[in-house]
């Protein structure tokens, strides 16, 4: 085993996944993964646990497999994306019976699950020094006043996530504002290549102590 090596487990949604660009070509996990291992000067080996369109409540769930919980054991670097789809589900929700409450309970129940992911992890990882980084959210309708809304009042309350010990948020909304036709894929909703690269620079800004 390469002592000097690190381990990085990627958890999360979509963007985990790398939806937007061709199969095969590097998302933000493997462009991150690079940036870390330059900066680092160390190997860094990853793995990925993500499924398009989960939400909150499903990434708590991964963190209960067995698999997952041995990858968390051992990881020296942890990034989770998630909330997105939280909120696209309840802005479909929205659309069909109009009530604004919908898209609070969304948000209030999403951070609520956050907060119970980061507890999850803390119970679970052995390391004694890890970095958990998170992403706020960017907004890829940019044009519809209550998606900015709720995507600003679900970045409020996630960025105070990053006053606890070994966690730091990426800010992924200010990275995308006015720049979503350079960094969105053609179908607008998940980034391009450049978007990926974007965001894992804006991850590894954050720099790795402890």
């Given at each position: 085993m390469d002592f000097n090596s690190l381990r990085y487990l990627a958890i999360g949604d979509s963007l985990t996944v790398g939806i937007g660009v061709l199969f095969l070509d590097p998302g933000f996990v493997e462009y991150y993964r690079g940036l870390s291992q330059q900066i680092l000067k160390k190997s860094v080996f990853y793995k990925k646990c993500a499924r398009s369109g989960a939400t909150t409540e499903d990434v708590l769930m991964m963190l209960h497999f067995p698999s997952l919980e041995e990858s968390v054991k051992y990881a020296d670097i942890i990034t989770i994306t998630a909330g997105g789809d939280d909120l696209i589900n309840a802005a479909k929700k929205f659309l069909i019976n109009k009530n604004e409450e919908s898209v609070s309970h969304a948000i209030n129940q999403s951070l609520n699950n956050y907060s119970k992911i980061i507890?999850?992890?803390?119970?679970?990882?052995?390391?004694?020094?890890?970095?958990?980084?998170?992403?706020?959210?960017?907004?890829?309708?940019?044009?519809?006043?209550?998606?900015?809304?709720?995507?600003?009042?679900?970045?409020?309350?996630?960025?105070?996530?990053?006053?606890?010990?070994?966690?730091?948020?990426?800010?992924?909304?200010?990275?995308?504002?006015?720049?979503?036709?350079?960094?969105?894929?053609?179908?607008?909703?998940?980034?391009?290549?450049?978007?990926?690269?974007?965001?894992?620079?804006?991850?590894?800004?954050?720099?790795?102590?402890?």
């Open positions: 507890e999850r992890i803390r119970h679970l990882d052995k390391q004694d020094q890890y970095i958990l980084r998170l992403t706020n959210l960017y907004n890829p309708f940019p044009n519809i006043p209550i998606a900015d809304e709720a995507i600003k009042a679900f970045n409020s309350s996630i960025n105070r996530f990053g006053l606890e010990m070994n966690v730091k948020v990426a800010d992924l909304y200010s990275v995308f504002k006015g720049n979503e036709k350079a960094l969105l894929s053609k179908r607008g909703v998940h980034p391009n290549s450049e978007g990926y690269y974007q965001m894992a620079l804006a991850l590894s800004r954050l720099g790795y102590s402890p």
